[in-house]
């Protein structure tokens, strides 16, 4: 036995250097497991973390992963061939001879088959009743009127870019741009609606953040229940993003992003109100996180820019959630929604200038 000992000493004694290499790399990679799966545990919570270390380990077994494939492509194959099925007479091709006027017809028959949707369909339109009618209509004459335009050309299309210029100033004045919280520098741009307001803001956050902490690797923090252009913001201009679960109101953990700021984030995001709840997250705390962080902070008031001023002058309890509070430096605001102009008008609002002009 002691022979044999004495030959087990000799063997390993031949890897001492080797373990005195290994030993503190493996020490490092264990704290650095450890640490990661604590820090998923700490923003999303135990029990998601470990569903979802469960259904990870499930697609490594043989041939699972193969099969929920081979369903996702079935779900896809269902829903390409049904989409193919209803296009069956749809024109692929221009036609030998115009149309004319007879188009108008065509189109009137189509549209006898859209969904009656007045008064059913929240968060797609948002005017029904006895006044719509009238409202289209004033809507279609305005639209009549400058369908040719492009306000591209300033020097031909003055009033276009007068009215431009007056909806960006009214609405900006009704979200805090004209108190002195806000430097009353406030600025911005019509676009087609929510998703490129949000855009416009994001790539402004990068380029500004850019120039001002040499940031090249940026990287964005949002609440889960944020709207889903951040995720093609974050695709489009590079950025790396975080969705942070909300806390059991709903709202936006403020500790949570406090925790994941580091050296490369840019911006963070709140909503008054979130669409999947309509809460209004903490923007407050929010702002005063990006303020002392000096970083850049989007409110996305899409959806109640043209409601929530007019409910606090109502009396409605509504916290701070505009330009008044410190650290905002963007906010997005749908005209087309609860401001009834035609689908396809927004606003993307920067708190000064050197915001706006790094990048537009």
């Avoid at 188009?103 to 968060?123: A, H, I, T």
């Avoid at 984030?265 to 109100?273: E, N």
């Avoid at 109502?314 to 905002?328: A, M, N, Q, R, T």
């Amino acid at each position: 036995m002691d022979r044999f000992r004495a030959s087990a000493n000799s063997f390993l004694s031949q890897f001492e250097p080797l373990t005195l290499v290994l030993s503190p790399l493996l020490s490092l990679l264990t704290a650095w497991i450890l640490h990661s799966f604590f820090r998923v545990v700490r923003d999303k919570g135990l029990k998601p973390t470990l569903l979802g270390f469960f259904i990870n380990s499930i697609k490594l077994v043989p041939g699972v992963k193969s099969y929920i494939a081979a369903e996702k492509q079935k779900v896809v194959n269902q829903l390409q061939s049904g989409s193919i099925s209803k296009r069956d007479g749809w024109r692929s091709e221009l036609p030998r001879a115009g149309l004319g006027v007879g188009v108008l017809d065509n189109m009137k028959d189509e549209k006898r088959k859209d969904v009656s949707w007045q008064g059913k369909c929240s968060g797609t339109v948002y005017i029904a009743g006895s006044e719509a009618e009238g409202h289209f209509s004033l809507i279609n004459e305005a639209c009549s009127m400058f369908a040719h335009t492009n306000p591209l050309h300033m020097d031909v299309f003055q009033s276009v870019v007068r009215f431009e210029s007056e909806v960006v100033s009214m609405t900006a004045a009704l979200l805090g741009g004209k108190e002195k919280a806000s430097g009353g520098q406030v600025c911005g741009n019509m676009t087609s609606g929510g998703t490129e307001s949000i855009l416009l803001a994001v790539k402004s956050s990068r380029d500004f953040m850019k120039a001002k902490k040499g940031i090249t690797r940026p990287e964005m923090i949002i609440p889960e229940s944020a709207h889903s252009a951040y995720d093609k913001a974050a695709q489009y201009f590079n950025i790396k993003l975080w969705r942070i679960p909300v806390n059991k109101e709903f709202i936006a953990d403020v500790g949570a992003i406090r925790r994941r700021i580091n050296r490369n984030t840019i911006l963070i995001v709140g909503s008054a109100p979130g669409f999947p709840h309509g809460i209004i997250d903490p923007i407050e705390e929010l702002g005063e996180l990006a303020f002392s962080s000096e970083i850049c902070f989007h409110v996305d008031l899409c959806l109640g820019g043209f409601v929530l001023p007019f409910a606090r002058k109502l009396g409605y309890p509504i916290p701070p959630f505009d330009f008044s509070v410190k650290g905002v430096t963007s906010i997005s605001a749908d005209v087309h929604k609860y401001g009834l102009a035609p689908k396809g008008t927004s606003i993307v609002l920067y708190r000064n200038h050197d915001i706006r002009k790094v990048s537009n």
